[in-house]
């Protein structure tokens, strides 16, 4: 009769703790993205396509690599740099999804920079 007790208590927990959250966070990995300009940062609108990303800021158009680690980290490395600094991988930290955007931070290959915004979805 324990056992019993036992296994019903332990579905019943189980089933008690189900969550009722639906991940849809990979409803970031696709679409046109903009990055408002501020905090350290000029307007940015992105297009991302499975491995591709494509980032215009003012007359600047630059094509980069996405690779997705996980929903919420991504490396960015640009296909053909133009300096040193975009030589470097940046790493990319989602930190809080909303609705339509994510805040995130990135960092540029393994320095110390780092820098933090927000991403709003518009398609």
């Known amino acids: 009769m ?7 208590t332990g ?6 703790c189900k969550s009722e959250f639906k991940d849809n966070s990979d409803r970031f990995k696709v679409g046109v993205f903009e990055i408002p300009a501020g ?7 992105i297009i991302r396509k499975d491995s591709i990303q494509i980032s215009k800021h003012g007359n600047h158009v630059d094509t980069l690599s996405i690779k ?3 929903n919420f980290f991504y490396t960015l490395k640009y296909i053909n740099p133009k ?7 940046m790493y990319i930290q989602i930190n809080k999804i909303n609705s339509d955007s994510y805040d ?3 960092k540029i290959g393994f ?3 780092t820098k933090k915004a927000t991403m709003y979805k518009v398609k």
């Open 68 to 70: 997705w680690k996980s």
């Open 104 to 106: 995130f931070t990135v």
């Open 2 to 8: 324990r056992k019993l007790i036992f296994i019903i």
């Open 111 to 113: 320095s110390n920079f």
């Open 39 to 45: 905090k350290g940062f000029v307007k940015e609108t």
């Open 11 to 16: 579905v019943l927990t189980l089933f008690a």
């Open 83 to 89: 300096t040193e600094l975009q030589k470097d991988p």
